[in-house]
Nanobody, 127 residues
Framework: HVQLVESGGGSVQAEGSLRLSCAASGYFSKRCMAWFRQAPGKEREGVAAIVTGGGNTYYAGSVDGRFTISQDNAKNTVYLQMNSQKPEDTAMYYC?????????????????????WGQGTQVTVTS
């Protein structure tokens, strides 16, 4: 049984930083895992993805180099470090996982490419 549990969300002022965590159980190695976000009234959008065990990373253009996705294989955890945050980063952030290691920027454009989802963690950036 695969379970993804996010943590680390909260409220931060503009230009601040937060680090989100996604703890995976049931599987981890050589999978494509990603962070998506969804703001009120908007579609869910992919932010960053990583191949666990391999380390290749992929980013959506909207994060402009401010976000970094990383992993800790010993803890079966994927992280999203968010720096220089903007009010438009306010959203519910979701961890997502695929059943295989196929990964890339294209996969960030479609939620149906991911079979497993966490419950989400709220990030609010105030100006």
């Amino acid at each position: 049984h695969v379970q993804l549990v996010e943590s680390g969300g909260g409220s931060v002022q503009a230009e601040g930083s937060l680090r989100l965590s996604c703890a995976a159980s049931g599987y981890f190695s050589k999978r494509c895992m990603a962070w998506f976000r969804q703001a009120p009234g908007k579609e869910r959008e992919g932010v960053a993805a990583i191949v666990t065990g391999g380390g290749n990373t992929y980013y959506a253009g909207s994060v402009d180099g401010r976000f970094t996705i990383s992993q800790d294989n010993a803890k079966n955890t994927v992280y999203l470090q968010m720096n220089s945050q903007k009010p438009e980063d306010t959203a519910m952030y979701y961890c997502a996982g695929r059943t295989d290691g196929n990964c890339g920027v294209w996969y960030l454009t479609t939620t149906s490419a991911f079979q497993y989802w966490g419950q989400g963690t709220q990030v609010t950036v105030t100006s």
